[in-house]
């Protein structure tokens, strides 16, 4: 009987412990280092590299659609 508690008591607490280390809150904020700054940075550049292109192509098409309708109403 004396065996049951003190091992009882040892897996209970051995329990508690898990369950304590396992709730902890792991989202730490951390800085970034330069190589994520850098890496961002490129990710920025390459989009807005991308990304100009293509508006200014949509547009020159949003302006050649108001010229055909334009010219389309007195037709």
């Known amino acids: 009987m004396k065996g049951f508690l003190k091992y ?3 897996a209970l607490f051995a329990c ?5 280390a396992c709730s902890k809150n792991e989202e730490v904020d951390r800085k970034k280092g330069a190589i994520e ?3 961002d940075h490129t990710a920025d550049v390459i989009g807005t590299k991308i990304r100009t292109p293509i508006d200014q192509a949509r547009s020159v098409q949003g302006m050649a659609r108001k010229r ?3 010219t389309e109403k007195p037709l």
Request: hydrophobic share 50%; net charge positive; with cysteine.
């Open 8 to 10: 009882g008591a040892i």
């Open 16 to 20: 508690c412990m898990v369950f304590s």
């Open 37 to 39: 700054k850098m890496t």
């Open 68 to 70: 055909l309708k334009n």
